[in-house]
């Protein structure tokens, strides 16, 4: 069987012992590491592969490997690997391309503050709470840090949108509400070269509804995409609290009461319960990343700010809470 010795400890979390085997390896690892040494020339050369683990967060390696036995380089059953770890370089480029695109999306409307942290800190509280009671299996260290990053993401198909749809004043007609809902494809569009197929996900279907009644294309309770049923409780959430020019902000108490009542209808019943259950966190944020953060208040430092200034627009969003 397949056998590489390796000599980085940081590496020892993947993989238990000094050694990785066939059981150690997930069936995805196990097929990449195999086709990529068969791939090279004398089973010697170096490649990128990507290591993954229930308690740790991925890692995109860089894979140095060569035949244990020289003289048996055509045939080897056992190598020495190398690895070097490019995961945060790669996150670093790769998100501030991304971060690009967002701050675009902002000069379309920039008067609603730290929305995007805020949704973004809690989609992530949400998924941990989540991790931490083993509700989704799909639920791991990387979804978190993922969502926590993407779900701010999730109107950026509004740059597609016209400004005088964006900034109107008062209800849109019918053709224009057909239009502001073409965000949801056009955020989905944008974000389909991402590497991770979260952030397509969430732009397209942040606005669907636990029973089938959202946009853009109907769906219903778990054909939704989980990252997008979470992203649409901190999105709703945030929008409530909120103060805009045609409404005042509402106070966390019934902010939550209009969410929950909504459980089984426009939101996942279960992560409503979840919600509840740490909604005292979601105060807590949207206190410390408040548009106007109260004298000598500290920033929570576990909610990660992303720019000096995020501001987005929530007109669709404040219309949808007219029909809850």
């Excluded at 791939?39 to 993954?52: E, M």
């Excluded at 690895?83 to 480029?93: A, F, V, Y």
């Excluded at 695109?101 to 000069?107: D, F, G, P, R, V």
């Excluded at 978190?144 to 198909?157: N, Q, R, T």
């Amino acid at each position: 069987g397949l056998e590489v010795i390796w000599f980085n400890n940081s590496f020892s979390e993947y993989f238990p012992g000094e050694t990785i085997i066939n059981r150690n390896l997930s069936a995805l690892t196990k097929t990449q590491l195999k086709s990529r040494i068969s791939a090279l020339p004398n089973n010697s050369g170096k490649f990128n592969i990507t290591l993954t683990s229930d308690k740790k967060l991925s890692s995109t390696v860089i894979m140095i490997v060569f035949p244990l036995d020289p003289s048996n380089s055509e045939n080897p059953k056992n190598f020495i690997g190398f690895i070097d770890d490019l995961t945060e370089s790669r996150n670093k480029m790769l998100r501030k391309t991304y971060m690009g695109l967002l701050e675009a999306s902002k000069l379309k409307d920039d008067d609603t503050g730290n929305h995007i942290k805020r949704v973004g800190a809690f989609a992530r509280a949400l998924s941990e709470a989540c991790y931490k009671n083993k509700l989704y299996p799909e639920i791991n260290l990387d979804f978190i840090e993922s969502i926590h990053f993407l779900a701010p993401m999730h109107d950026v198909g509004k740059i597609g949108t016209p400004d005088n749809i964006l900034t109107k004043r008062g209800p849109l007609d019918d053709a224009e509400w057909a239009i502001m809902k073409e965000h949801t494809i056009n955020g989905a569009l944008i974000l389909s070269n991402y590497p991770d197929k979260m952030a397509s996900e969430i732009a397209r279907a942040h606005h669907e509804k636990w029973d089938g009644s959202g946009y853009l294309f109907g769906l219903a309770g778990e054909d939704i995409p989980l990252a997008a049923r979470i992203t649409a409780i901190a999105d709703v959430y945030d929008a409530l609290r909120m103060k805009r020019s045609y409404k005042d902000a509402f106070p966390h108490e019934k902010a939550v009461d209009i969410i929950t009542s909504s459980s089984g209808s426009h939101f996942d019943p279960t992560l409503i319960k979840v919600f509840l259950s740490i909604e005292k966190d979601f105060e807590n944020i949207c206190t410390a990343l408040s548009d106007e953060p109260p004298e000598g208040l500290q920033m929570v430092e576990n909610w990660h700010s992303y720019s000096e200034s995020d501001t987005y627009s929530d007109v669709e969003e404040i219309e949808e809470l007219e029909e809850l």
